[in-house]
């Protein structure tokens, strides 16, 4: 099975927001062939090492699969809330674009598949063969 490298972006949309020190990331897969893929390359282990630079005291992954999405939560990241952080983006707003960034291998099959349903409104942008261009 040929996987290719392909930025999350590509494959999902994503949106997160705050509850004191606690960040929430919602991801959604822009097509529900992507579910499956995700959910076993996107573990809260994955996570938590996408994140590793704001240290995450611990990274839970909720499933929605009629949805096609994913709901995570990393605790204390946000250097103590909004309240208490010195930073920029007390409320963790953009940090949704760090999990975004990250390139999961995906099936060549399975990106082929969504591009044949309608190659003109395909997401998938630009993956690349794992080990890089060929």
Not at 15 to 32: E, F
Not at 43 to 49: I, L
Not at 65 to 73: D, G, Y
Not at 97 to 105: N, R
């Amino acid at each position: 099975m040929e996987l290719l490298s392909t930025p999350l972006h590509a494959l999902a949309h994503a949106r997160s927001g705050d509850k004191g020190n606690r960040l929430n990331i919602a991801l959604v897969c822009r097509h529900p062939a992507l579910f499956p893929v995700l959910a076993a390359e996107l573990t809260a282990d994955v996570v938590a090492e996408i994140f590793r630079a704001r240290a995450p005291s611990r990274v839970v992954r909720y499933e929605l699969p009629r949805l096609s999405a994913f709901n995570f939560v990393l605790d204390d990241v946000l250097d103590g809330g909004v309240n208490a952080s010195l930073g920029l983006d007390g409320h963790g707003k953009t940090l949704s674009f760090l999990l975004l960034a990250a390139s999961v291998p995906v099936p060549k099959a399975v990106l082929d598949a969504i591009a044949g349903e309608s190659p003109a409104a395909s997401p998938i942008c630009h993956p690349q063969p794992l080990g890089g261009p060929r």
